[in-house]
């Protein structure tokens, strides 16, 4: 099982490695097992520096930042160990119009080279742009939800009718 | 091992029978604040034998039965079904040898929840161990909530650890 | 003291009460005193019911829901005692386009009414258009912050150039 | 009284002499992640006297102190000011009558932090009881913080009088 974790560590480590510097345009990021108080269970820490900055702790890079560094290692571990499903609930939120086209363009590659299926909640227009289909949840009756096929065109008028 | 629809009924604010097809590539989610939306992600969750109320947002298990509207009484079942394809007949054992598989998780309030996989009744842990084995499950990684995008960044070492043990 | 602090409990609960019906467009909430477990120092309870859906507690509210009954006691406590400044780091994030209006109307018509200063971050277009000024900070040198002026108009350029 | 200009030196990733005026209305802050909204925000924050480094993202109150970049080393200062018109001459006591105020935090790295109001050296406890003469301060609700919108949502009914005693 040891030599099972350490080949896996290796294998998401290279892929949030390659995954970070391709969000951030540059900079570098690496993963670190270190020593916990009980030596058999080592801890996961998290390495990265923004392309031009000095590295500092996790906690003072900006919210888009620490949302990128994260989908980075997410995606990492999904490459390294592929899921059926992966499912993200407004991960764009804190993105700004560059970082949401750069998230898509990656998501967009994932599933086509895998197997994957991506359920993605937005509220970003650029994102749905790049969507492959669109469903909308409509709660027409108040308080009762409703799952119904959208494309882009209507989306202005279901956004309206909510 | 393809998840191909997901159906739900009494779930939260989804109190009609409801189906999402899950299909290839990028599927996206839209509609108005509080519409739903996260309720819809949290039913894939819950089936995958969730057994923390944390996670579904709520002080009880029972909590995502349909409470009921200022026109409509609440329920008192709930239940999500998910099927899946198992054409490459990779499926997890005892499984691989058919085309089709549907897992079911009922709830009912007072009385708590049931399992079943292809009509046979199951216990929870026969169903986290099938999603487990299927690199999924209640609490994959692949499975970022609303809000919690950056929450293994202010997570201590020691917790992202189970992340890295759901990639080996 | 004590008189003081009921006056004020009054006050906001006043203006919860309208600010929340009226970002919702209906539904009721109210705010109350509750004893903890040192009588003198009651806590205070939020109660939030969106239009038409039953009265649940504030966990089971959606982001976007949360993040505007949670806007309307801030505001509310805003009314309540006017600060000289308000500063708002990113609250339209959670929000579909209908509610950042909303929320926008809201902050127009109380910097009006008083003489409080707002500053707004936001990456909404929506947002940026109901400003009456925009300052963007960039990044022209890795890792050094400036701040300039900005219109609408260049505010594409502005993007492009980060 | 009327806040009226931020100026800042050396603080987070605004190395060089920055001024913000803080105008009537509603003014926008814009771009792209990471540029520096955030800490612009913080600075203000941070001048009303905070101590306390969580609220600054940081573990120690040094880590505020422009830290370098790739080309420029790290700086051992940093300065925040604030302009105050107080036309109204309202003003908490003993500054009711002048025209205009200027208040000034430094922090030195290993040294910790000086105040200084139109000039004069002042505790960190003058400052904060000055800001809160003005109904505001480090802790004001009416500073909200990224990601914090909902905390109070998730605060406990204890945690959230503090709130009210702000209102009152
Ligand atoms: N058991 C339940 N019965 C009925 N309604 C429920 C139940 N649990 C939650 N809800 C309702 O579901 C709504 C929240 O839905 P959800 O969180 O999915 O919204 P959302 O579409 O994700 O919105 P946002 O865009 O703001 O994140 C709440 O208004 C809540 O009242
Ligand atoms: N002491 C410091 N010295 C130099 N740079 C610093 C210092 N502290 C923080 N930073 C840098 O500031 C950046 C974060 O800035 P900030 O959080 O203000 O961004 P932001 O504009 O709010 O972005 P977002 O839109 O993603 O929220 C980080 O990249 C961090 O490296
Ligand atoms: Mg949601
Ligand atoms: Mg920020």
Known sequence: AKERLTAAFDQVNTYFQSLFTRLFGGGKAHLEMIEGDDPSVAGLEIYAQPPG??????????????????LSL????????????????????????????????????????????????????????RMDRLFGVTMAERGVSQLVSVNMEQLDMFAEAA | ??????????????????????????TGIVGPNGCGKSNLLEALRWLMASNSAKSMRSSSMDDVIFSGTANRPARNMAEVSLLLENRAHNAPAPYGNVEELEVVRRIERDYGSSYLINGKPVRQRDTQIFFADLASGAN????????????????????????LEDSA
Chains 1, 3 share one sequence.
């Not at chain 1, 900055?53 to 994260?70: D, I, P, Y």
């Not at chain 2, 960044?153 to 650890?161: F, H, L």
């Open chain 2, 140 to 163: 994959s990684p692949a499975l970022v909530s609303q809000g919690k995008v950056a929450a293994i960044i202010n997570a201590k070492p020691i917790e992202r650890r189970s992340i």
């Open chain 1, 74 to 129: 997410i995606l990492a571990m999904f490459l390294t160990n592929p899921a059926p499903v992966c499912v993200l609930d407004e991960v764009d939120a804190p993105l700004d119009d560059a970082n949401v086209d750069r998230i898509c363009d990656v998501l967009r590659e994932i599933a086509e080279k895998s197997q994957t299926r991506f359920l993605v909640v937005t509220h970003h227009r650029l994102t749905m742009a």
């Open chain 1, 53 to 70: 900055k000095n590295l500092t702790s996790l906690s003072l890079l900006s919210g888009g930042e620490q949302a990128l560094t994260a």
């Open chain 2, 1 to 26: 091992v393809q998840f191909s629809k997901l159906r739900l009924q009494g779930f939260k604010s989804f109190v009609e029978k409801t189906e999402l097809e899950i299909m290839p590539g990028l």
